[in-house]
């Protein structure tokens, strides 16, 4: 787990948030982010210390483009994006998670703007730079991309055409199957992959895809992300060694997970609440699987193998299990 990086970024503030006069109660200086209890807090003596601090990798204020140590979406994909395709190139598999609560900005972190693209174009838009830059001729590159959706503990494909998101003939939405092969591992049937040339064709896909994602408006979040979306690349590298021919196969998993809620918060009913409770119940899986890899990592040699990994438990964490353990960086 010694390659598991923790970054934490502060959003700036919703307009709903400017009008009701609320307070920025934190503020961040290199890795360290101090929370501070906000005077409601003082009067009911909700907490026992008027600050908390911790300590991650990275420390992002994006709450303020004025501020001298605003952390724009370069930095970021500088910082933790860049690393992504190293490991790639040097034909490990590597994930990068967006988690937060409901409306704190993930997706704009991992997908951004036209004007100010996130974590995942300029990563696609960097592995082909990369391929241009270290292929040299001696390299053959083959990309191929998928992007799912895991809606209510369901896959969806998210770049299939639009019926796969309207109701079939039995009235029930098109869902995939998750498999795991014996040598491969987990994988969905019949999920489509795009082989792409080029930083277009993929920008072209996400797009389609996006357009295709489920989202509804909550009490905190007009445009709340209601799935899980995993955008994976599949990079190919063949090449001789000594003559001998030789491949590597490097999978990176860029997922913008849903946001973790409250139900009395987002004034969730019906089927949202239900969308809700999956949302929770698959981010709790995740933190378990993350918590015991964590946990084998600094346990004896001889109890690792002895050490439960609970990846079944969702089907995110069973879908992107290359990339949690085994061949991961």
């Known amino acids: 787990m010694a390659n598991v990086k923790v970054a934490v970024r502060a959003r700036p503030l919703l307009a709903r948030e400017v009008d009701a006069n609320s307070p920025v109660v934190m503020e961040m200086r290199g890795q360290s982010t101090t929370l501070f209890k906000s005077k409601a807090g003082i009067t009911v003596g909700e907490l026992r210390d008027a600050s908390k601090v911790f300590v991650y990798d990275h420390s992002y204020w994006s709450v303020n483009k ?142 389609i895809g996006t357009n295709h994602r489920v989202t509804a408006a909550t009490k905190m979040n007009d445009v709340s992300s209601r799935s899980h979306a995993i955008f994976t690349i599949t990079f190919n590298q063949a090449k001789y060694i000594m003559g001998i021919p030789s491949e590597t196969v490097s999978k990176i998993h860029l997922v913008d997970l849903a946001g973790s809620e409250r139900a009395s918060q987002t004034g969730s009913e019906g089927l949202r609440l239900k969308e809700g409770g999956s949302i929770n119940k698959s981010l709790v899986c995740l933190g378990n699987v993350i918590s015991a890899l964590a946990d084998m990592s600094v346990s004896h040699p001889t109890k690792r193998k002895m050490r439960y990994i609970p990846y079944r438990d969702s089907v995110l964490t069973w879908l992107i299990k290359d990339s949690l353990g085994g061949n991961s960086k």
């Open 66 to 207: 004025s501020d001298h140590h605003f952390a724009s979406q370069e930095q970021i994909f500088s910082d933790l994006g860049q690393q992504v395709l190293n490991s790639a190139f040097e034909g490990y598999n590597a994930c990068i998670f967006a988690y937060g609560q409901t409306g704190s900005g993930k997706t704009y972190t991992m997908m951004g703007s036209e004007a100010s693209p996130g974590l995942i174009p300029r990563i696609c838009e960097g592995l082909f730079a990369g391929m241009k830059h270290k292929g040299g001729g001696q390299v053959s590159y083959k990309v191929e991309v998928s992007y799912m959706e895991i809606y209510n503990e369901k896959v969806r494909d998210l770049l299939r055409t639009p019926v796969i998101n309207k109701l079939n003939s039995q009235g029930t939405p098109h869902n995939l199957r998750v498999r795991e092969h014996p040598r491969d591992g987990p994988y969905v049937e019949n999920l489509s992959k795009h082989q792409v040339s080029d930083y277009r064709a993929i920008e072209e896909l996400i797009s």
